[in-house]
């Protein structure tokens, strides 16, 4: 089983909507989380880091479901800038570097 | 912020050939560098990771006599992927933790990514 998992999508939304995905983890000792967004052919950039009580950076919000070992983006009011491919992130350890990537789940805004 | 310089950032050789991948963080020491490869439509697999001045540590099925790492200063670390063949096409990107203070937390900056065709 992956250590990280996706729905690759692809999630094709119209200007304005709102969509909304999981990413599921394996690990349960897993400690922190991230959402990173990805660009056809570019590097990942952080979108946000995701806390145990949810947190919100404008349009995006992310909750963090241990119990279940997911989580989760919420993007309101989409923009076409929104179009990308969004990659949720996992560290194990705390004290460990490495991260863990999803394969990514590919979003479409379309005007 | 941290920033880490990558080059090139596409390359094209042929069979058989060396290709040297830079990273250069220019604001700030990386003594730890990740150096990842993506396919189309995959994630992230992380290679190996270099630390300054010792033997970088390779994941489970990457060969380190074919992906040669170097990280000889604390600026500076190389992925030589050596004798390339056309199933070692990919993207490769670095990525060194940095320190945020502010949020008492780890943060991680990318290099832009190399783009290797072999051909």
């Known amino acids: 089983r992956k250590e990280v998992e996706q729905d690759p999508g692809p999630f094709n939304v119209p200007e304005g909507a709102t969509v909304a995905f999981n990413c599921t983890y394996s690990n349960s000792a897993s400690q922190s989380f991230f959402w990173y967004r990805q660009d056809c052919r570019k590097e990942p950039k952080l979108l946000m880091s995701v806390y145990s009580s949810g947190n919100e950076d404008g349009r995006f919000t992310a909750q963090l479901n241990r119990a279940s070992q997911y989580i989760s983006l919420l993007i309101r009011d989409s923009k076409l800038s929104d179009s990308a491919t969004y990659l949720c992130v996992v560290i194990l350890r705390s004290n460990d570097y490495k991260l863990s990537f999803g394969a990514g789940t590919t979003v479409t805004v379309r005007a | 912020g941290a920033v880490v310089s990558q080059h090139p950032s596409r390359v094209i050789c042929k069979s058989g050939t060396s290709v040297k991948i830079e990273c250069r963080s220019l604001d700030f020491q990386a003594t730890t560098m990740f150096w990842y490869r993506q396919f189309p439509k995959q994630s992230l697999m992380l290679m190996a990771t270099?630390?300054?001045?010792?033997?970088?540590?390779?994941e489970q099925g990457v060969e380190k006599d074919k992906f040669l790492i170097n990280h000889a200063s604390l600026t500076l670390s190389t992925l030589t992927v050596t004798s390339a063949h056309p199933e070692d096409s990919s993207f490769y990107i670095c990525?060194?933790?940095?320190?945020?203070?502010?949020?008492?937390?780890?943060?991680?900056?990318f290099g832009s990514g190399t783009r290797l065709t072999v051909v």
């Open positions: 270099s630390n300054e001045g010792s033997k970088a540590t390779y």
């Open positions: 990525s060194a933790p940095v320190s945020d203070p502010g949020r008492s937390q780890w943060g991680y900056t």
